[in-house]
Nanobody, 124 residues
Framework: QVQLVESGGGLVQAGDSLSLSCAAS????????MGWFRQAPGKEREFVAS????????YYSASAKGRFTISRNNAKNTVNLQMNGLKPEDTAVYYC?????????????????WGQGTQVTVSS
């Protein structure tokens, strides 16, 4: 069983930066692709970014590309999401997710493990 715990959310102003972190339990972290998703009130959960098990491949949504950076540290079992140039429309609960395989994916259904989420609020 893999447990994921997110941290780093908060309230920021438009244009600010924020870094989210996800700590994973277990010995299999290095074999799993990881992703970040978000869900705004009344909307479906949507893909933000994904990183392969070794960290060599990353994949971003159109809204995240150029502003957000996903990275991982397999020695520490962590995956991070650096968010720059935040906009009010980035306001959502952000979730860390893990796959049972090593390749990136943008699909919610491809992820087996989920954290509890961390709130990010961007004021205008």
């Amino acid at each position: 069983q893999v447990q994921l715990v997110e941290s780093g959310g908060g309230l920021v102003q438009a244009g600010d930066s924020l870094s989210l972190s996800c700590a994973a339990s277990g010995r299999t972290f290095g074999s799993r692709a990881m992703g970040w998703f978000r869900q705004a009130p009344g909307k479906e959960r949507e893909f933000v970014a994904s990183i392969s098990n070794g960290g060599s491949t990353t994949y971003y949504s159109a809204s995240a590309k150029g502003r957000f950076t996903i990275s991982r540290n397999n020695a520490k079992n962590t995956v991070n999401l650096q968010m720059n140039g935040l906009k009010p429309e980035d306001t959502a609960v952000y979730y860390c997710a893990g796959r049972d395989s090593g390749g990136t994916s943008a699909e919610v259904k491809r992820y087996t493990y989920w954290g509890q989420g961390t709130q990010v609020t961007v004021s205008s």
